[in-house]
């Protein structure tokens, strides 16, 4: 099992940055993919990035690659997301999320966490 809880979210105009935390918990932290996924209201939730266990391998969508950055810390279990240059379309709910799986592009979680608000404003 492994326990996740994100922080990091907030109000920010267009333009800025935030930081996004994921703290795990559990056994095995540094073997699981780590991820991100957002939702948007009315929309289904939906990938934004992915980084294996090693942190050596990260995968991102489109829509947000070469704004979005994910890494990871297995010595004290923690995954980031560092979100720059940040749109109003970015504006959802931000989910952590470990996966078994080892192909970041077809990410399939595992275990979640409880969601941290974005807000951007413009």
């Known amino acids: 099992q492994v326990q996740l809880v994100e922080s990091g979210g907030g109000l920010v105009q267009a333009g800025g940055s935030l930081r996004l935390s994921c703290a795990a918990s559990?056994?095995?932290?540094?073997?699981?993919?780590m991820g991100w996924f957002r939702q948007a209201p009315g929309k289904e939730r939906e990938f934004v990035a992915a980084?294996?266990?090693?942190?050596?391998?990260?995968y991102y969508a489109d829509s947000v690659k070469g704004r979005f950055t994910i890494s990871r810390d297995n010595a004290n279990n923690m995954v980031y997301l560092q979100m720059n240059s940040l749109k109003p379309e970015d504006t959802a709910v931000y989910y952590c999320?470990?996966?078994?799986?080892?192909?970041?592009?077809?990410?399939?979680?595992?275990?979640w966490g409880q969601g941290t608000q974005v807000t951007v404003s413009s």
């Open positions: 999320a470990a996966s078994w799986g080892s192909d970041l592009s077809r990410f399939r979680a595992n275990y």
């Open positions: 559990g056994r095995i932290f540094s073997a699981y993919a």
């Open positions: 980084v294996i266990w090693s942190g050596g391998n990260t």
